[in-house]
């Protein structure tokens, strides 16, 4: 329960950083630098992205120890590598269909609360955050400075993990809280479903 009062505490002040940017952006006419800022915007301003950042954190907390911290960790190391790759100019197939597709089974993983081997959930994020990175590093702005690109959009990944441990955690709660939690992986799951179909059209 102190866990879960902790962690559900600190959402609001992942949120607060999350958005700041974004207001500090709007605030200075939309304008975007070309390093650490750009990295930071990057995860919140494409849903796609938003979505399963947030799902990753999420679906952890459902999870339980050791994979509520070992997810939100293990996805933005991966999501930097896959971002490197695509830096290098190494492809990577099927990303736009690997992001759509990440939302539709971490949501759908949230609403059946699948409790997934370690192997398995291991896996399947691996793949996603690869997925997720090369589109960040393919994005990357031509001007951009890698590193500080790099660190913020791990710093904004983080803080979307954290915001999405924290609406899980919300399981521990009787009778409401499941069903906001399965609430929240139904709309992922079906986002994940429009941008699946965006994908083919």
Known sequence: MIRSRAVTAAVPVALAFALAPELAAAHAGGHETDGFMSGVMHPLLGLDHLIAMIAVGLWGAQLGMPLLIALPVLFPML????????ILGMPLPGVEV??????????????????????????????FAMMHGHAHGTELPHAAAPLPYALGFILATGSLHLIGIGIGLLNDWRDLGPKVVRGCGALIALLGLVFLAGTAA
């Open 98 to 127: 690997g992001i759509a597709l990440s939302g539709v089974v971490l949501g759908a993983a949230i609403v059946a609360a699948w409790k997934a081997p370690v192997w398995v959930a291991v896996a399947l994020i691996a793949a």
């Open 79 to 86: 999501m930097a590598l896959g971002g490197l790759l695509a």
